[in-house]
Structure formats: structure tokens, C-alpha cells
């Protein structure tokens, strides 16, 4: 009886390590610990090698939260963008009222229409600073970058390829897009890598 019970304790001890290792792994204690009962040490080793399904989850948790949040700000800049464009365009409706011409519609012109040179002076010196502000309202784009460990952004594609090829961003350079599930270096996206090889 006590060579039975010795026998018991000794296959027990593996059998608890066993199941320790894989509460802290996030796995089934009771199957592990009859896999280190039965196994011994074979049973402890194989559980520790396996992968940490805690650590896991926390990592997969964390991405989802993380895109989340970089899918929200770019959602609130392109309000903010689009906000700034209806802005810059009723200010040029205004100036249209005011000086009784349509720039939309001869913006739309064919390439040969020949306009007369003072309204179109008239048209810039007036207008200028709206088509700027517009220009700059429509190009931003939806891509963000890390630098100095802060997030920049968003920008549009071009402005991310000239960074990259001035040698303000390099292919180590993190970044992001509503295509990623996480920030990744821009020598590791395809398109980037073939901008920064030519």
C-alpha cells in the first residue's frame, strides 16, 4: 500500500507541474495535468514549448483595440477635411456672387477655350487663398507614419512616396492604412518597397 501510494505521489509531482504550466499558458489544466501524470517529464516539456494562448489573445486584443483607435482618428480627420472643404467652397461661391462669375463652371472649360486675361487676374488675385486652402483640404490621404515614436498624419500617398524617397522616412519607417491590421515597416508593403528601390 505505501510503495502504491509512493507511486501515486511520483507521478503526481509532474502531473501538477504540468497543469501549472499550462494555467499560466492559458490551456487546460486538468488535460495537462494527467499528460504530465502520464507522460512525466515528456508532459512538462511539450507543455512549455507550446505557445501562450494568454499572450496570444493579449496580442490579438491589442491590435483590434489599436486598429480601432487609428481607424477612428482617420475617420475624424477626413470629417475635419471635409468640413474645411465646404468651408473653402462657400467662401468661393461667395466671391462668384460677388463678382458674377461661376468658377466651377469654367474650371470645367475645355483646355483651348480662350477666357479673357483680366477676369482671370481678377479671378486669381480674388480667389487665390480659397483655391489654396482647398487644394490643401483635398489632398490629404489616408495613410499615417511614425516618427520620433509620434504618430504624423494622415497623408496622401504621393506625400508618403516623397518622404520616402527625400530620405525623410526610411523602410525601417512604421506605418498605417485602413488596409493594415497593424503599423508595418514601409519596406515590408510591396508598393512601397518597389518607390524606394527605384
Do not use: C
Not at 23 to 44: A, L, T
Not at 155 to 169: D, Y
Amino acid at each position: 500500500m505505501a510503495a502504491y501510494t509512493v507511486w501515486i505521489f511520483w507521478y503526481a509531482i509532474p502531473g501538477a507541474i504540468a497543469s501549472l504550466i499550462a494555467y499560466y499558458k492559458g490551456r487546460n489544466m486538468v488535460g495537462w495535468f494527467f499528460g504530465g501524470f502520464f507522460f512525466s517529464i515528456f508532459g512538462i516539456i511539450l507543455v512549455s514549448v507550446l505557445p501562450n494562448l494568454k499572450e496570444q489573445q493579449a496580442q490579438r486584443e491589442y491590435m483590434e483595440n489599436e486598429n480601432r483607435r487609428l481607424k477612428e482618428r482617420l475617420k475624424q480627420e477626413q470629417v475635419k477635411s471635409e468640413s474645411f472643404r465646404k468651408h473653402a467652397m462657400a467662401r468661393l461661391d461667395k466671391h462668384d456672387e460677388h463678382l458674377g462669375v461661376d468658377t466651377k463652371q469654367m474650371a470645367a472649360l475645355p483646355s483651348g477655350y480662350d477666357m479673357d486675361p483680366l477676369l482671370l487676374e481678377d479671378e486669381t488675385s480674388h480667389e487665390s487663398d480659397e483655391v489654396t486652402l482647398t487644394a490643401t483640404s483635398s489632398s490629404a490621404g489616408r495613410w499615417l507614419y511614425k516618427w520620433n515614436h509620434e504618430e504624423h498624419g494622415p497623408i496622401s500617398e504621393k506625400e508618403l512616396v516623397e518622404k520616402l524617397q527625400t530620405g525623410q522616412l526610411s523602410g525601417s519607417s512604421l506605418v498605417w492604412n485602413e488596409d493594415l491590421t497593424t503599423w508595418t515597416r514601409a519596406e515590408e508593403i510591396p508598393f512601397l518597397k518597389a518607390k524606394l528601390a527605384a
